[in-house]
């Protein structure tokens, strides 16, 4: 798996369920960063040349090749736009939230 | 600057080593770390002081470092680097790589002691400070690399100081006076240069430092898709530079006959939107001074 998925949190009841010392299981994320974001990059395809230029510079690393093109994982994108704008093709554009609703 | 044999674009690993992280949208440090993991890959101990990248990257149960990551005291980053270095040793541990992540606050304020240590020692450690130019983690105050002119919450800009009256630390030059076996300096605006030079560290027995540029959003009041826009223009403009420091010699790495325009680099911050004049030609001036003491000391090895 390339990126760690969401797991449920199960608050401990007990002392004894706490992990032991100051440690805990890496890559454990129980919370989305999806609202956070106002716009939302949508990827046009047939002008995407695959460069991973997007990819390269995302700072959430929510850019991902599928079958040639680009995919982005909503779950976790913060609509920066900084892929938008280094894109050399403007394949990427930002789109307002509430256009989506 | 591309590096055929080496990592680019569509050669690095799809996989994600620092993810689902709560750094501000845009923020150039968390692309640093990221760029940087997926480099080292996942044999790498990071270690990360007090500073943006530990409250962004473990907010319990939260924890989006994928390997085996851990928060040093602000001081101890390259400490706890030589402790890990020793203990992977000592536990004959092979093929990994241990990094340590620092903001500019962290390495050349606070944690300069222990990195000077380290680098002394000569550990196998990489060290990679990502330079913000301020503490930002707790609220844009200066550090020794916030640069001249910048408006902070400890230099504000007033009447008759207008913001930052000191002139940026010269990391790289302190650490190379050490004599370490590699250090550079780069930019995220420059992403396979970093990636190269991130490459390069990760073959050194020895020590290895790099001091990347990364714009802060939050802290220098500019659009949260401008990072890699403005740690491009930095360089352009010649007041950051690309450059290694290996075998007792200088070298940089870019050598622009032409500066971009410092102006409109800095009137597009808001830490720097209220330098009048006389400022920018002072920071001008000081810029000519610097490029004018690399470039008749330093060696080139392009353009």
């Known amino acids: 798996m390339n990126r760690p998925r969401l797991k449920k949190y199960i608050k401990p009841e007990h002392i004894k369920d706490y992990p032991v010392g100051p440690s805990f299981e890496a890559g454990f994320l129980t919370s989305e960063n999806s609202g956070w974001r106002t716009e939302k990059p949508v990827v046009n395809n047939s002008r995407c040349t695959a460069c991973r230029q997007c990819y390269l510079c995302c700072p959430e690393g929510v850019i991902f090749k599928k079958d040639e093109v680009i995919d982005i994982d909503y779950s976790f994108c913060k609509g920066c736009g900084i892929c938008a704008r280094v894109c050399p093709k403007k394949a990427i554009i930002m789109r307002q939230e509430k256009e989506n609703e | ?303």
């Open chain 2, 1 to 303: 600057m591309i590096n055929k044999n080496g990592i680019n674009a569509r050669t690095i690993t799809d996989k994600e080593f620092f993810y689902g992280h709560k750094a501000c949208a845009g923020c150039g440090g968390s692309l640093v770390v990221r760029l940087a993991l997926k480099v080292l890959g996942e044999r790498t101990f990071t270690v990360v002081p007090a500073g943006c990248m530990s409250a962004v990257g473990f907010i319990y149960p939260q924890l989006c470092f994928t390997g085996n990551a851990i928060i040093s005291t602000f001081a101890g980053t390259a400490s706890m680097l030589s402790g890990i270095a020793a203990a992977a040793k000592a536990l004959g541990l092979k093929d990994y790589h241990v990094l340590g992540i620092a903001g500019d606050g962290g390495t050349a304020d606070i944690g300069l002691q222990a990195l000077s240590g380290a680098i002394d020692r000569r550990d196998k450690i990489i060290y990679i400070c990502y330079d913000n130019e301020a503490y930002m983690n707790t609220g844009i105050q200066k550090s020794g690399l916030t640069p001249f002119g910048a408006k902070t919450t400890t230099t504000p800009a007033g009447g008759n100081i207008r913001g930052t009256i000191t002139q940026k630390k010269n990391l790289f030059e302190i650490v190379a006076a050490h004599g370490i076996d590699y250090a550079a300096t780069a930019s995220i605006g420059y992403t396979q240069d970093f990636l190269n030079k991130v490459q390069k560290a990760s073959k050194v027995e020895g020590t290895s430092f790099i001091h990347v540029f990364a714009p802060c959003p939050t802290g220098w009041g500019t659009p949260s898709d401008s990072a890699i826009d403005i740690a491009r223009e930095v360089v352009d403009t010649g007041l950051w530079y690309l450059a290694e420091y290996e075998n007792d010699e200088f070298i940089l790495n870019k050598n622009p006959k032409e500066f971009a325009s410092v102006e409109k680099y800095l009137k597009q911050q808001g830490r720097f939107r209220h330098l009048q004049e006389e400022d920018i030609e002072n920071i001008i001036a000081s810029r000519d001074r610097k490029w004018k003491r690399m470039r008749e000391k330093w060696s080139t090895n392009n353009k």
